[in-house]
């Protein structure tokens, strides 16, 4: 893991030499946070870049392949998704996609990190107006809470129907939001039924990763279903994990509600091309 920003380009780069990289115009941005180093560059061909820790995390071009995907397909499963917990998302983007949905009343969006929340209502296009109503408190269906996502879930008296977890890659700090523990946290407090879902890494770079934190939910949920979606930015395909709590099945979802979103990337009406996985790593998930 690493990063190297050369005159005209921003490289990301995965283990084993793999890279992913944009040719940039120029860093509009740079700042050492309480928790990570931020940056935002202007990129030749996809809008801005958002940089944390030199993993790249959004470009405003295409940014829809990530966010659609995190959250439309776990709502759209869910017979009446009302309560929506977000766990990190600072951009704003998973937030936005939330709301899209007419049946949630009350969305609460967790961020550790404030700087990143700035940031991206100062200088990214993805959810301008959204950020501002969030941080002056006028958003009716939606709350902005900064503090840490993984002590505020478990002390929240709250039950939620959906909690989606918008972190950065499953390595180093962020793990404590692939464990055991965390799983068990936020299955006590998914109302029944409920859904989770977090992105778990690149399929063939986080293969590890992935395999681990599967094998934890399936120690938690009734349910856990994977998939993966080639995400613009990083080394795709992504996978995603799914937990349920109660009776539901995540391979449906009702095309009726979908058909209000009008998306542009993830497709409902294929919703099965979601669990499409390379046969190797499938059967290293499968395996008892």
């Known amino acids: 893991m690493g990063y190297s920003r050369e005159e ?21 941005f740079e700042t050492q946070t309480d928790y990570q180093r931020l940056e935002i560059y202007e990129t030749e061909g996809f809008g801005k870049l958002l940089v944390l820790d030199g993993t790249v995390q959004l470009v405003e071009t295409g940014e829809e392949s990530y966010h659609e995907v995190l ?42 990190d404030d700087g990143v929340v700035e940031a991206s209502y100062l200088y990214l296009d993805v959810a301008k107006d959204l950020l501002d109503g969030l941080i002056k ?21 709250e039950k939620f129907d959906a909690i989606i977890v918008d972190s950065t890659d499953p390595v180093g700090p962020a793990k404590l939001l692939f ?35 599967y094998r934890a939910m399936k120690k938690v949920f009734d349910r856990v279903y994977y998939f993966s979606f080639p995400v613009i930015g990083y ?34 009406e294929r919703h099965e091309t979601l669990f499409q996985m390379p046969r190797y790593v499938r059967k290293l998930l499968e395996e008892k």
């Open 137 to 157: 408190n006028e958003c009716k269906r939606a709350e902005l809470v900064i503090g840490d996502g993984v002590k505020y879930l478990r002390e929240s008296e």
């Open 235 to 268: 080394a795709s395909p992504w996978s995603f994990l799914v937990g349920v709590k109660g009776d539901m099945d995540f391979r449906r979802v009702d095309l009726e509600r979908a058909k209000k979103l009008d998306l542009y990337y993830y497709d409902p």
């Open 71 to 112: 959250v439309h397909p776990i709502l759209l499963a869910h017979p009446n998704p009302r309560r929506v917990l977000v766990i990190g998302g600072g951009d704003g983007g998973t937030l936005r996609e939330v709301l899209r949905h007419e049946s949630v009343e009350k969305a609460t969006m967790v961020e550790i």
């Open 179 to 213: 464990s055991e523990e965390f799983y068990r946290d936020a299955y006590e407090k998914l109302s029944d039924p409920g859904i989770y879902v977090t992105q778990a890494g690149s399929v063939y770079l986080f293969t590890n990763e992935l395999l681990d934190a």
């Open 8 to 28: 005209n380009a921003f490289i990301e780069w995965y283990p084993r030499g793999y890279g992913v990289g944009f040719k940039v115009k120029r860093r509009l």
